[in-house]
């Protein structure tokens, strides 16, 4: 039997969740989903510009594990613009450094971190009925 997988530290959920080929309707792509935890990955190593052990550190997990997550969102990046596809950035197995908000209107997500420090109404759509969401 497989050992659970360890939850990942991530410092913040995007603003956006949802990015496409300009000119295509959505019902025409095919998606590709990126994990929450992949995406930070690719923030740290190609933003953040931190090595593999600053990484690792930060999201909490092995340097081997973080390679593997680093390796699968770079994949599916690529995937999409060579061929012309959506990505979707949702789920995985992850863990905030602190809470988020969740309008219950646009289901838009957003921490402190992503620019919107107000949390009495959604940054996108303005509607004030927002739940927060512990980290």
Known sequence: ??????CRKVS?????????PAGIPVRELEEINLLVE????LRLKDLEGLNQEECAGQMNVSRPTFQRILTSAREKVAT???HGRAIKVEGGNFDLNKPFYK????????????????KDKCPKC????IEEISG
Do not use: D, I, Q
């Open 80 to 82: 999409a613009l060579v």
């Open 1 to 6: 039997m497989p050992r659970p997988k360890k």
């Open 12 to 20: 913040g959920l995007p603003k956006e969740c949802y990015f496409k």
């Open 126 to 129: 303005g509607n004030k009925n």
């Open 103 to 118: 309008c219950k209107s646009c289901h838009s997500n957003w921490t402190p971190n992503t620019g919107h420090k107000r």
């Open 38 to 41: 992949e995406l930070e990955a």
